[in-house]
T-cell receptor
Framework: AQSVTQLDSQVPVFEEAPVELRCNYS??????LFWYVQYPNQGLQLLLK??????LVESINGFEAEFNKSQTSFHLRKPSVHISDTAEYFC????????????FGTGTLLAVQP | GAVVSQHPSWVICKSGTSVKIECRSL??????MFWYRQFPKQSLMLMAT?????????EQGVEKDKFLINHASLTLSTLTVTSAHPEDSSFYIC?????????????FGQGTRLTVV
């Protein structure tokens, strides 16, 4: 069975500061890893994903995540956050099988303060 | 990215009535659709997986007779909450994927907030 752990339920940070949102996973098979962002009362939007190849993946709005197989981690980072980055961030894992169903972590609220 | 539309975005219903939520893929054919529910300040919990033309596969603990899922076409899946009760109040989100091309990205609807009074 697969599982995802997001240890931080909330991360407060000042604007323009760097941030790291932690994500660890467990799986006995090959995995695909995802970060989704959810703004208040909205659905999820895919931020970035790791399927294969380069272990460092980037999003168009400055976020990046690195797949670390030995540490079973997929932490999300941004060197300088904006107020508009305030949202709930979910890490998710799926297997490489036909179903590809996503298993989500409990989420981390990134609260950017001026 | 592809667009998934969920309707309605919110609904209030009386206890004991049934509510239908629609999930449509607007610009692609969804061979697989997923239904999730999300309680306040919690993560998304997968309820069921449905493949077009087949019966849905429900996750453990989800009552299939209460949460009826129909995936009759490649662009539409519906979730019907039958005999809804206040404890069914939640945020329901669907996602859709086309598995045929090997792409693994699932696209999410905007969610439906159900309140049962």
């Amino acid at each position: 069975a697969q599982s995802v752990t997001q240890l931080d339920s909330q991360v407060p940070v000042f604007e323009e500061a760097p941030v790291e949102l932690r994500c660890n996973y467990s799986s006995s098979v090959s995995v695909y890893l995802f970060w989704y962002v959810q703004y208040p009362n909205q659905g999820l939007q895919l931020l970035l994903k790791y399927l294969s190849g380069s272990t460092l993946v980037e999003s168009i709005n400055g976020f990046e995540a690195e797949f670390n197989k030995s540490q079973t981690s997929f932490h999300l980072r941004k060197p300088s956050v904006h107020i508009s980055d305030t949202a709930e961030y979910f890490c998710a894992v799926s297997d490489s099988g036909a179903t590809n169903k996503l298993i989500f972590g409990t989420g981390t609220l990134l609260a950017v303060q001026p | 990215g592809a667009v998934v539309s969920q309707h309605p975005s919110w609904v209030i219903c009386k206890s004991g009535t049934s509510v239908k939520i629609e999930c449509r893929s607007l610009d692609f054919q969804a061979t697989t659709m997923f239904w999730y529910r999300q309680f306040p300040k919690q993560s998304l919990m997968l309820m069921a997986t449905s493949n077009e033309g087949s019966k849905a596969t429900y996750e453990q603990g989800v009552e299939k007779d209460k949460f009826l899922i129909n995936h009759a076409s490649l662009t539409l899946s519906t979730l019907t909450v039958t005999s809804a009760h206040p404890e069914d109040s939640s945020f329901y989100i669907c996602s859709a994927r086309d598995n045929r091309g090997g792409d693994t990205e699932a696209f999410f609807g905007q969610g439906t907030r159900l309140t049962v009074v």
